[in-house]
């Protein structure tokens, strides 16, 4: 018998204001075609100024909790992945403590980037299986309208904001890949490649806030090698068979990225669960907003096998293997 971290829930926000590629044109040199052809992305939430990643990752922890027919005080932490906190100190995990009314257990954040969701996974399974924690919040939320410069056309249409959250409960299982839950994690994270994707700033310096800087192409060369590699690691640990994957929830940042993964996996592009589109890259909180949806209108269902994966700024990247 072993301790499994259970999806019990998973919720998702996002602000109502959409900015369409159609807005973003009449102040950057782009198209509507360019950045379709090359991201697929349609559209993305921006987020209003009290929308911030503890009043989106409340919202969303919120929706999770209602799915999972569970309350606050059936929640003994909250691991919540953002790059974009309210504040330096505290954590924005603890703001969202007290937005939801939560007297007790305990808070704090992950940063990782993109890859944020993935990180904070694992460490709340790991808390989970420990005996740490019973019960757990994982949430991604992001603003990164607040961090993107927006004259620069190469990096201002791609992001967006939103937050997605899962509601996890320790149960048990036989330690096989027919057992309910997060069945592995798997991360990684290259030092030296962190100027290829990072903000020249922070709240450590009062001379620069700091802006996203990006190198695209060497960012997505990076990522069809080593999410290739980090699906492959996933399926190994779980002596699984890609056929025998039901759903790819992959990060969302760029549609030609999610193909090359599906074609990697040999899924039907059915099997992808997409929201590029709409939503652009919300880092930390894509996979969560992408699973939130999935599960919502009943296309992700108790017992499918589902394989996250992810990479962003560090380099960080990893992947999570899961059945409902
Ligand atoms: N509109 C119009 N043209 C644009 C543009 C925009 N929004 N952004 C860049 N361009 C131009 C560039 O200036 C360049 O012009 P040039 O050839 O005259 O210099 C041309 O388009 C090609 O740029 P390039 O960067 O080579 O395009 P690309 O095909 O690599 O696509 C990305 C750019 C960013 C879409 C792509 O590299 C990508 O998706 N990378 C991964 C990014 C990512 O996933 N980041 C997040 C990880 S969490």
């Not at 782009?30 to 990752?57: C, L, V």
């Not at 069945?183 to 001379?207: F, M, N, P």
Request: glycine share 10%; charged share 20%.
């Amino acid at each position: 018998m072993v301790i499994r971290s259970q999806i019990i829930g998973a919720g998702g926000y996002l602000p109502a204001r959409v900015v369409t590629n159609d807005e973003l044109a009449k102040q950057l040199d782009t198209s509507d075609a360019w950045i379709q052809e090359r991201t697929g992305i349609r559209q993305r939430h921006i987020a209003a100024p009290e929308e911030t990643a503890a009043f989106m990752g409340a919202a969303a922890a919120r929706s999770a909790l209602r799915e999972a027919g569970a309350g606050v005080d059936d929640v003994d932490a909250i691991v919540l992945a953002t790059t974009t906190p309210d504040q330096a100190f505290p954590a924005t995990a603890v703001r969202v403590q007290a937005l939801l009314g939560m007297k007790r257990g305990f808070a704090f954040d992950v940063s990782a980037a993109c890859s944020g969701f993935i990180y904070a996974l694992a460490v709340a399974d790991a808390m989970l299986r420990a005996g740490t924690a019973r019960s757990a919040l994982v949430i991604g939320s992001e603003v990164y309208s607040r961090i993107l410069d927006w004259s620069d056309r190469s990096t201002a249409v791609l992001f967006g904001d939103g937050a997605g959250a899962v509601y996890l409960r320790a149960g048990k299982g036989e330690g096989l890949g027919t057992d309910r839950g997060v069945l592995s994690t798997h991360l990684h994270s290259q030092g030296e490649l962190g100027d290829i994707l990072y903000v020249d700033g922070a709240v450590g310096r009062r001379d620069r806030p700091g802006t996203l800087v990006m190198n695209g192409r060497e960012v997505f060369r990076h990522a069809v090698v080593r999410l290739a590699e980090a699906v492959d690691e996933a399926l190994l640990a779980n002596g699984l068979d890609r056929g025998q994957v039901d759903w790819l929830v992959p990060h969302q940042a760029n549609m030609r990225i999610i193909e090359a993964m599906r074609r990697k996996i040999a899924l039907r592009p059915e099997q992808v669960v997409v929201t590029v589109d709409r939503h652009a890259n919300t880092s930390a909180a894509s996979i969560p907003l992408a699973l939130a949806e999935a599960v919502g209108d009943g296309r992700i269902r108790s017992g499918d096998l589902v394989l996250m994966e992810a990479l962003g700024g560090g380099l960080t990247w990893g992947s999570a293997l899961v059945r409902l």
